[in-house]
């Protein structure tokens, strides 16, 4: 089952369970994700990972919401905001601890390492590429970067 998918099933779950808070923050982004499919000149159809990046910058916009409306001393809408975003994060892949993301990008490493790549911070791209394909959504990229420059130049 898609993500997506997922999503669709559990709009009728909602429903049933008379969860508004739920219902209408999936309704939402599945609004959210029809409007990116449809707003190319050809229509496309949104895998997995963009539609987890997708769900990673809504949360990230109820996070900001709810923050702007706690210093406006709006603790009401700020929970709303906050109760939203949990809805959202709660289909997000478990996210990794920086030890997990240092075992990949050192796994990465010496497999480019036993394949006879020299490496150097030019090669960066190289460890990279594999390395965001495994933690994809999972940890944050600029982290995952430094970890990767420290390692090769270290």
Do not use: C, W
């Not at 982004?29 to 949104?46: A, D, F, M, Q, Y």
């Not at 996210?95 to 497999?111: H, N, Q």
């Not at 036993?114 to 965001?132: F, N, W, Y």
């Amino acid at each position: 089952m898609t993500l997506k998918e997922r999503l669709h099933a559990d709009v009728v779950r909602h429903m049933k369970d008379h969860d508004k808070v739920a219902l209408t923050t999936v309704r939402n982004v599945l609004g959210e994700i029809e409007t990116r499919e449809k707003s190319g000149k050809t229509p496309v159809e949104l895998d997995d990972a963009q539609v987890t990046a997708l769900l990673q910058k809504e949360a990230a916009k109820r996070h900001d919401t709810a923050r702007i409306y706690t210093e406006a001393g709006e603790a009401d809408r700020a929970a709303a905001e906050i109760a939203e975003a949990e809805v959202i994060e709660a289909y997000l892949p478990k996210a990794l601890s920086a030890a997990e993301v240092e075992a990949i990008v050192d796994d990465v490493i010496a497999a480019l390492k036993a394949d006879g790549v020299e490496l150097s911070i030019r090669q960066l791209g190289a460890v990279m590429k594999p390395v965001t394909a495994k933690v994809a959504g999972r940890f944050d990229g600029k982290a995952v970067s430094e970890i990767v420059r420290n390692r090769i130049a270290g």
